[in-house]
């Protein structure tokens, strides 16, 4: 192949990843920007990483009722890798999800949230929630994952954390 050719190829390529970069990015800001308030409970988990710098690990209790619903062993996931599924929620009063009852739906069923399964778990967007070095005390009291949902796929984009009386941290 002529230099030419090659480079000119490679130009494309690069090309086209950067566009799809920038029309991934451009998807997470409209759901940042237009998404319904979803507030998740959390559930404990140890906030630190010496090799990643900084974050808190993230667990949802959510997270928890799929896997309590669907009453599969994690083997049974495994086999379900990386599948997209949608789980159906409610929301009370202040915009906490919790899973809908079995069989519930219509207006029952506002919202669904779309998750995957990776590593024979349930994964709702983000496992962890990064911050500047040194404030990890700031965000010790973080009871509520705030996410933004697209309504019409589900997607789940994480924009901060607050504590048990949904204030932002």
Not at 15 to 26: D, G, T
Request: net charge neutral; hydrophobic share 45%.
């Amino acid at each position: 192949m002529k230099p030419i050719v090659s480079r000119v190829l490679i130009a494309l390529g690069a090309l086209l990843v950067l566009v799809a970069v920038n029309f991934a990015i451009a998807g997470k800001e409209r759901v940042r920007r237009d998404g319904e308030v979803v507030y998740l409970q959390l559930e404990p988990v140890d906030p630190r990483s010496l090799m990643q710098g900084d974050y808190m690990a993230l667990r949802f209790a959510l997270v928890r009722e799929i896997e309590s619903r669907d009453g599969d062993a994690k083997a049974d996931r495994a086999a379900r890798e990386g599948q997209m599924m949608l789980a159906p929620v409610t929301l009370d009063d202040q915009r906490i999800a919790t899973l809908a009852p079995a069989g519930a739906t219509g207006t029952a069923v506002p919202l669904k949230l779309r998750y995957r399964i990776r590593g024979g778990q349930v994964w709702l967007g983000t496992n962890a929630f990064f911050f500047e070095e040194g404030s990890a005390e700031r965000f010790t009291g973080a009871r509520f994952g705030e996410f933004r949902v697209d309504r019409d796929s589900g997607e789940a984009v994480l924009v901060g954390l607050r504590n048990d009386k949904l204030e932002a941290m």
